[in-house]
């Protein structure tokens, strides 16, 4: 795996447009797509999830990252969200994080992070669980981020602003 390859991560809150943003920008740059492992996941639970679930979606998710880093002729790749999901979402749900994601987060960083802003209309899913917390969410994004001393900017704006929003900001990135 080689480490010249840049992961970008588009991040945030339940509904502020991460899949399709990813997807986006990775056409746009023609960049490898990493989805989102914990989606299919949990299409498939049959019961609520658990702390197993939570290292399972771990796993899940770098594993994918991993085999798309050793394949991918791209300078970069774009991922639908990082294990830092997992991290808060079982801080949130289930009271801690498994000790395999703490271990993990300082030794598996990203070189950018868009944090994608509250500013979308909420859109239901099934997948989707806090409607009214999108604040306080937003709230641990930025928490979570900082402790990692994470490199992020947050992108806003509705529709073509907000891709406009993200490309600056990785065109940015990517001069500097």
Known sequence: MSNSIKKIAIVGPESTGKSTMSQLLAKYYKASWVPEYARYYCENL????TLQDEVNMYYGQIALEDAILVTTESEFIICDTTFVTVKIWSDEMLGETPQVVLDALPKRPYDLYLLMDI???????????????RQYFMDVW???LKALKANYKVVSGLGEARVQHAIATIDEFLAS
């Open 46 to 49: 049959t019961a609520p999830y």
């Open 119 to 133: 500013d979308l209309p909420w859109q239901d899913d099934p997948l989707r669980d806090f409607p009214n917390q």
């Open 142 to 144: 930025h928490k979570e």
